[in-house]
């Protein structure tokens, strides 16, 4: 059984920054791609960075030159470095992965961590 766990949301003011980081752990052969999510009261879940494994990147336009995505396959996290954060950028951020374990390979989720950028 794979588990993810987010941490680093919180509340920050608009233009300031943080760091959300996602740990896999559990009985893994390989993690492929990984990628962090977002999903704002009422709306949809909608991606906001991924990274495969060879560091190749893709964001959505949204986050473009403000969020920065990266992994450290040795210790199967991934990050999402936010800066410049808009009040647009309020959401539960979750950490999705593909990953081939025991079981196969599947996409997981985690848990979910929720960002607020107020003044």
């Known amino acids: 059984q794979v588990q993810l766990v987010e941490s680093g949301g919180g509340l920050v003011q608009p233009g300031g920054s943080l760091r959300l980081s996602c740990a896999a752990s559990?009985?893994?052969?390989?993690?492929?791609?990984m990628g962090w999510y977002r999903q704002a009261p009422g709306e949809e879940r909608d991606l906001v960075a991924a990274?495969?494994?060879?560091?190749?990147?893709n964001y959505a336009d949204s986050v473009k030159g403000r969020f920065t995505i990266s992994r450290d396959n040795a210790k199967n996290t991934v990050y999402l470095q936010m800066n410049s954060l808009k009040p647009e950028d309020t959401a539960v951020y979750y950490c999705?992965?593909?990953?081939?374990?025991?079981?196969?390979?599947?996409?997981?989720w985690g848990q979910g961590t929720e960002v607020t950028v107020s003044s």
């Open positions: 559990g009985s893994i052969f390989v993690i492929h791609a």
């Open positions: 990274i495969t494994r060879a560091g190749n990147t």
């Open positions: 999705n992965t593909d990953i081939t374990d025991v079981a196969g390979r599947r996409r997981s």
